[in-house]
C-alpha cells in the first residue's frame, strides 16, 4: 500500500468546495533522510562515469589556474613592479590574461559537457517514474489526485536537474578551490594561512544551522506545490461541474488558500537560504580585514613581501567566494534533496496488481469464465462482493443487473485485474487470471465503459488504440460496425480531424461510438460493456444495436445494462444485490418469479419501448 499521503479523500471535497482546506494539505509527510536521497541519484549518473571524469578534469583545470593567476599578480608585484621591469610586467600581463582566458573555457566546456549529461540522467529517472506510474493499481490513482503525481513528474525532477546540471560543477569547483587556496597560502606564508582558517568553523556553524531550516522549509514547498496542481488541475478538468453547481467562487477560494500555503513555504525556505548570503559576505570582508592588518604588521617586521600580501588578500576574495558559492547552492541543493524524496516515495509504492513468477501466457482465449467463492472490498473491512460465484460458458452473454453499489462493476474490475481479490478465485479457461499475464489475458478483454476517455490524438489513432497493427481499412470498418463512420466523415478532416483534450469537440454519444468502435477493432475473446450505451439516444441505440450484436456473436460478453433491449437479448440476467446473487435465468422467467428483479423491472425498466 502506498505510504504517501492521500489527499483526496470523501469528507476532504466538502471542505475543499466550501473553503476550508487546500488540497494537498491534509497531511504533511515526514521528512525522508536527505542523504539517502542524495545515495538514491547518484545511480542515475553512473552510465556516464567517463564524462563525469571529464568534467572533473576541466574542473580542476580551471580551478588550478584560477590558482595561479593571483600567484601572477604577486610575481608581478615583487619582481618587476618594484624593479620598474615594463617587459616583465607585459609578459606576465599577457600571462594571466591567458591564464583567465583557459580558465574561462575551461569552465564553459565543464558546463556544457555537465548540463548534457544531466538531461540524460534525468531522461531515466523521468522515465523510470512514469514507467512505475503504469504498473500502479487503480486503487493508488484512486486515492492520489492527478496534479499531485503530474507535480512529482515536473517540479520535483525539476528541482533535481537544476541542482545538477547548475550546481555539481560549482560545487566541485568550490570544494577543489577551498583545498587549493588553503595548500596555496601554507606555501607562501603559514602564520597568514592560519589566520585564514578563523572564517571556517564559523561558516560551517551559520552554513548548518540555516540548511536545517530551508531542508524543511523547500520540502514542505515542494508539498504544496503538488497540492496547488491538484487543486488546478481539479479546478480545469472540472469546469462543468464547478460552473453547474456555481462553486466559481468557492473554487477561488481553495485556490487561494492553497496558493497561499505555497507563498508562505517559499517566503520560510528562501528567506533561510537568502541569508546566508550577506551572512557569508560579512566573514569575507571580515577575512580581508583580518588579512590586511596581520599581514601589514608582518610586512613591517620584515616576514612578508607586498607582493605576498596582495597574493593573500586575492586568495582571501577567491577563498570566501565559493564558500558563498556553496552558500547560494543550498536554496537549489535543498529543493532538489525535497523533490527526490518526492519523487523516491512514489517510486517506493509497490505494484499491487503484479503478475506471479509463474505466470503463464493466454493465447487464443475460448471464454469460459468462472467466479468461485470471490470475496472483495475496495477497504478490506466493508466486502463489496460476498462469497460470489459465477460461471459464464464461452460464448455467452450475461447481462448484470441490479441497483447501484451492488457490485456489478466490481466484477468487471476483477475481471480485469484492475483489483485483486482477497479471496476465492477467478479463472478464464480453468486457469487462476492470476497465473495468466496481465498483458496477455487484458488482450484477450475487450472494455467499452461508461466514462469514454479519448486522447488528443486523431479518430483513426483513437480507434487504433484497441489494436495498434491494425490498418487503416481495419479502422474504418470497425467504424462502420459501430454506426460511427457517417459522423465521422462529417468531420473538418474526416479520419484524421484531431480531438481536442478528452474529446471536448464531440458529443458524448459520438464519443461512446468510437469507444465501441474501438472494442470491435481489439476483436476479443472476452467482451466487457460497462453500461456502455447509457449516453447514446434510444434513436442511435437502435442503429447500433445489431452491430453490437453482431459483435457480441461468439464472444463471451458481460453486459452492466440499463436498457431493457440489451437484457431481452442476453442469454441469462443475473441480479446482484449487495454483492451477492440474488436471482438468474432469462427476461421472462424471473418476470414470471416476481421477485427482486421483477420490482426492479417495474420501477426501471417498465415502459421502455425497445
Known amino acids: 500500500m502506498s505510504n504517501l499521503p492521500v489527499t483526496t479523500r470523501p469528507n476532504d471535497l466538502r471542505s475543499r468546495m466550501q473553503g476550508r482546506m487546500p488540497a494537498g ?29 571529464g568534467v572533473l578534469a576541466l574542473v580542476l583545470t580551471y580551478t588550478l589556474l584560477g590558482l595561479v593567476a593571483p600567484y601572477l599578480l604577486g610575481v608581478a608585484i615583487d619582481r618587476f613592479i618594484s624593479q620598474r621591469d615594463a617587459a616583465g610586467l607585459a609578459r606576465t600581463a599577457l600571462t594571466m590574461l591567458g591564464v583567465y582566458a583557459a580558465a574561462n573555457l575551461s569552465q564553459a566546456a565543464a558546463n556544457w559537457v555537465m548540463a548534457n549529461l544531466s538531461q540524460r540522467a534525468l531522461q531515466g529517472l523521468r522515465r523510470e ?13 484512486d486515492t492520489h489526485p492527478a496534479g499531485e503525481l503530474m507535480s512529482r513528474l515536473t517540479n520535483d525532477i525539476e528541482a533535481v536537474n537544476q541542482a545538477i546540471s547548475q550546481n555539481v560543477t560549482a560545487l566541485l569547483a568550490s570544494v577543489l578551490s577551498l583545498v587549493g587556496i588553503l595548500a596555496a597560502m601554507f606555501i607562501l606564508n603559514p602564520w597568514l594561512a592560519l589566520a585564514t582558517l578563523i572564517i571556517v568553523p564559523l561558516t560551517y556553524w551559520f552554513t548548518e544551522f540555516v540548511a536545517r531550516y530551508t531542508r524543511k522549509g523547500f520540502r514542505d514547498l515542494q508539498q504544496h506545490l ?69 599581514g601589514g604588521w608582518l610586512a613591517l617586521l620584515g616576514l612578508a613581501s607586498v607582493g605576498t600580501i596582495a597574493t593573500f588578500i586575492q586568495y582571501g576574495q577567491n577563498f570566501t567566494q565559493p564558500i558563498r558559492q556553496l552558500a547560494n547552492m543550498y536554496n537549489a541543493i535543498q529543493a532538489a534533496l525535497a523533490g527526490a524524496e518526492r519523487v523516491f516515495q512514489v517510486m517506493d509504492v509497490r505494484a499491487e496488481v503484479e503478475d506471479a513468477p509463474e505466470a503463464q501466457p493466454l493465447r487464443a482465449a475460448q471464454g469460459h469464465v468462472r467466479f468461485e467463492h470471490v470475496r472483495f472490498g475496495y477497504h478490506s473491512d466493508h466486502p463489496v462482493l460476498h462469497d460470489f460465484s459465477l460461471e459464464v460458458p464461452a460464448g455467452q452473454t450475461i447481462a448484470l443487473v441490479g441497483p447501484t453499489g451492488a457490485g456489478k462493476t466490481t466484477i468487471i474490475n476483477l ?29 484477450q478483454l475487450g472494455l467499452v465503459l461508461q466514462d469514454t476517455f479519448l486522447f488528443a490524438d486523431t479518430v483513426m489513432e483513437n480507434i487504433r488504440y484497441g489494436r495498434l497493427e491494425a490498418s487503416d481499412e481495419e479502422v474504418m470498418r470497425a467504424a462502420r460496425l459501430a454506426d460511427a463512420d457517417h459522423f465521422i466523415r462529417q468531420l473538418p478532416q474526416g479520419y484524421e480531424t484531431r480531438l481536442s483534450e478528452r474529446a471536448n469537440n464531440l458529443s458524448q454519444g459520438q464519443r461512446q461510438l468510437l469507444a465501441i468502435a474501438r472494442a470491435i477493432l481489439a476483436d476479443p475473446a472476452i467482451l466487457i460493456l460497462d453500461e456502455a450505451t447509457s449516453s447514446v439516444d434510444t434513436r442511435t441505440e437502435l442503429r447500433i444495436q445489431k452491430s453490437l ?21 442476453a442469454d441469462r440476467v443475473v441480479v446482484i444485490n449487495d454483492g451477492q446473487i440474488v436471482e438468474q435465468g432469462s427476461h421472462p422467467q424471473l418476470l414470471a418469479a416476481r421477485g427482486f428483479y421483477h420490482h426492479l423491472y417495474l420501477s426501471q425498466f417498465k415502459g421502455q419501448t425497445i
Open 226 to 294: 503538488g497540492g496547488l496542481n491538484g487543486v488546478m488541475e481539479e479546478a480545469i478538468s472540472g469546469q462543468k461541474v464547478v460552473k453547474a453547481f456555481r462553486r466559481n467562487d468557492s473554487v477561488l477560494e481553495a485556490f487561494r488558500q492553497q496558493n497561499q500555503a505555497v507563498y508562505q513555504a517559499g517566503v520560510y525556505a528562501n528567506s533561510y537560504a537568502l541569508l546566508l548570503m550577506p551572512l557569508t559576505s560579512v566573514l569575507g570582508n571580515f577575512f580581508v580585514i583580518v588579512l590586511a592588518g596581520l
Open 25 to 53: 494539505a491534509a497531511r504533511i509527510e515526514k521528512a525522508q533522510n536527505p542523504r539517502h536521497a542524495l545515495l538514491r541519484l547518484l545511480p542515475y549518473l553512473r552510465p556516464y562515469r567517463g564524462a563525469l571524469l
Open 129 to 141: 517514474l512514469f514507467a512505475h506510474l503504469q504498473s500502479l493499481s487503480l486503487r493508488f490513482f
Open 549 to 569: 450484436l453482431r459483435l457480441m456473436e461468439g464472444r463471451t460478453s458481460f453486459v452492466i445494462a440499463h436498457r431493457l433491449s440489451t437484457i431481452r437479448d
Open 415 to 443: 475481471l480485469t485485474r484492475f483489483y485483486d481479490i482477497q479471496s476465492g478465485q477467478i479463472s478464464v479457461d480453468g486457469v487462476d487470471i492470476r497465473q495468466i499475464r496481465k498483458a496477455d489475458l487484458r488482450r
